[in-house]
């Protein structure tokens, strides 16, 4: 009889800390709590972005051509060691928001890997007008463990974490031994962590050891990540809470990159153990969510969570309360081949309500062929002006809480 009174305890927490909604955006004291203390209230996807400096940012936004408004949602990638000459070209113009930097462009090396950024981030001092001058978004996974795009910290991956005695002062070792590692290199957003609430048998994030926890214990992962999303961003790096709503389910052979993946939870299940984690990082503040491209039909039975509006402004902004960036994952995944063509999947991905679009095949055409096909549905107005607006001040106010301060003269 005990034991079954423990397991009502259990679940009454874990539908307390989903519903809960934390005080991210006012800044106040429930925000350190636990996401269960926090004050419950109704959250509207509200303009997060307030004061005199921000209305002048508006007002910049407001009369920016489509090319640079469209410019502020793209993450672009490339291929090899040396970026093209068209993508600083694109960078001067404004026409882009950030990069995502794969091993082949850091070759391991963060000296390199600074260098490039550098060169990029004196790029961006072109731009016009003076408000798209913020800090690129330049960005990579440095997870730990086995995934990683740099040497060195964090060297334990999450499940080697969740192990530890003090899991907890481990996580937040992690996250600011990966902030020292990405700075180092010149990276301010790091894709990590892992959100994912592993469960038995062969898993998509137990191979790679990418889970804190399993399905018995959801708000273990809540407070890892809380910990490595806490000390990543106080060293200014911004942290992506990631797989939203989660990849705990997926089997071994689930792989969203190569194929469309379709994971059939009741929503009871998905609220009651995928969900869990997250008020715990939207309690931290973490600067981005990145949304996954699996199928979950009790969610939406059409559309995968990264081009489901249902899932991103229904659940994550207004049930969950997050008032920051969000971020798809690859669009060029092979979970989207139903969904048309590279740009085709971009402007369906804004009409859901994803802020940044990532373009990450590691070919710069892509990132200008998805931004054309977001120019014209702007033009044609099947994407809403005032929409697309308030997503690019999101990215604007996010690129504007992160600095460059490079260790030497720039090259």
């Known amino acids: 009889m005990r034991a079954s009174a423990r397991q009502r305890r259990a679940r009454r927490v874990a539908a307390a800390s989903l519903v809960a909604v934390t005080a991210v955006a006012a800044g106040s004291a429930a925000s350190a709590a636990e996401p269960g203390q926090a004050a419950r209230a109704s959250a509207p996807a509200a303009e997060p972005v307030a004061g005199a400096a ?16 469209v410019g502020q949602r793209v993450i672009v990638s490339y291929e090899g060691a040396e970026p093209p000459q068209q993508l600083f070209d694109l960078i001067r113009k404004g026409y882009v928001a950030g990069v995502i930097f794969f091993g082949a462009n850091t070759n391991e090396d963060p000296a390199l890997t600074r260098q490039v950024a550098m060169r990029m981030q ?16 330049l960005m990579t996974d440095q997870e730990g463990g086995l995934v990683r ?20 002062g481990a996580a937040g070792k992690a996250g600011a031994g990966a ?7 010149g990276i301010n957003v790091n894709l990590a962590p892992v959100l994912g609430v592993q469960r038995p048998g062969s898993s998509f994030l137990g191979q790679f050891q990418r ?33 939203f709503p989660g990849l705990g389910a997926a089997t071994e052979k689930q792989d969203t990159d190569a194929a469309p993946v379709t994971l059939r939870l009741s929503q009871r299940t998905i609220d009651r153990i995928d969900l869990v984690p997250y008020p715990w990082v939207i309690a931290a503040r ?32 207004r049930r969950l309360g997050y008032r920051g960036v969000t971020i798809t994952d690859a669009l060029e995944a092979g979970a989207l081949a139903p969904f048309g063509g590279i740009p085709h999947r971009g402007v369906l991905a804004a009409e859901a309500g994803d802020d940044l679009l990532l373009f990450s095949q590691q070919k710069l055409i892509e990132g200008i062929n998805g931004s054309e096909a977001l120019r ?8 809403d002006r005032d929409r697309f607006e308030r997503a690019a001040l999101r990215v604007l106010k996010l690129r504007g809480q992160l600095q460059v301060k490079p260790s030497r003269p720039l090259p």
């Open 211 to 243: 889970a804190y926890a399993r399905w018995r214990n959801p708000r273990k992962v809540g407070k890892l990540a809380k910990a490595f999303v806490t000390q990543l961003q106080r060293r200014g790096v911004a942290a992506t809470s990631k797989h």
């Open 54 to 69: 921000a209305k002048s940012t508006r007002a910049v936004v407001e009369r920016l051509p489509i090319a640079k408004l």
């Open 149 to 168: 795009r740099l040497p060195g910290e964090p060297e334990l991956s999450e499940w080697q974490i969740s192990a530890r005695r003090n899991a907890a």
């Open 376 to 383: 014209t549905a702007l033009r044609s107005g099947r994407l």
């Open 179 to 185: 902030a020292r590692t990405l700075a180092a290199a």
């Open 122 to 137: 004196r790029a961006r001092l072109a731009a016009k007008p003076k408000a798209l001058r913020r800090p690129l978004l």
């Open 286 to 317: 973490t600067k981005l969510v990145m949304v996954n491209n699996a199928v979950y039909p009790s969610l939406d039975p059409t559309r995968p969570a990264s081009l489901s509006r249902p899932i991103i402004e229904g659940i994550l902004r």
